[in-house]
């Protein structure tokens, strides 16, 4: 979104964590003050783990896009639980076997992941031009498809000279997973930063799931998508 203003030794993910650059919207109206947002370079880039019809009024009403990044069951399952685990003030955090049941009856914050997934892909299909579906695996396996399309989608495509001087693999590289798991501050001590890097791998959930496990997620996955065109 601001990529003209900087050059790649200067830009802000270099001193700050991706989630400081990006601020969420419940963070901000919990812990910050609303004015905070007008202390953000315009346009402002905001994230959320909101359904979509938790989202403010004035952000679905207005032509503000709305990018949704979904992954598959197993592995949000998985990376939410072992996240969990590391956050402060769960005395006594559920076992993976009662974590697991709570997430397949859709008892976890922000509700049922298909219920939150199917919201934001019927409003799609309905208004293309204001919402674009990722898939996280997708964009693992193409991230220059990925980044391209994000740009398009957000109104920065890329120029044909960006495009010939490899803009888009230099975004991509410098924003990928390994690059920034490096740096000094997402690599500290401080639990805020260096839980949000784990792994990033699709298919993680094998390394803990059991069979029976996965095969009753998908279950239900296959169940409560029935009647959508919407896949994995």
Known sequence: MHRHKYTFSHRSLLKLNPHDCIPSIEHVYAVRDEQYLETLPWPRVLGSHLSYSMLPKSIKTS???????????????????????????????????????????GRVPHGPIWEHVLECYTKSLISPEKILILKYEEMLKDPIDGVTRLANFIGRPFSEEEVKNGAVEKIAEFCSFNKLKELDVNNGGD??????????????????????????????TKEKLCGSSFTY
Not at 63 to 70: A, F
Not at 83 to 101: C, D, I, N, V, Y
Not at 191 to 211: E, H, I
């Open 63 to 105: 032509k503000c896009p709305i990018v949704y990044i979904c992954r598959e069951p197993k592995d949000v399952f998985v990376s939410f639980w072992r996240m969990s685990l590391r956050l402060e003030g769960l005395k006594e955090p559920p076992s993976f076997t009662q974590a697991f049941e709570l997430f397949c009856e």
């Open 191 to 220: 639990l805020t930063n260096s839980y949000f890097f784990r792994k990033a791998v699709p298919g993680d959930w094998q390394n803990c799931m059991t069979t029976e496990m996965a095969n009753k997620l998908d279950e239900i």
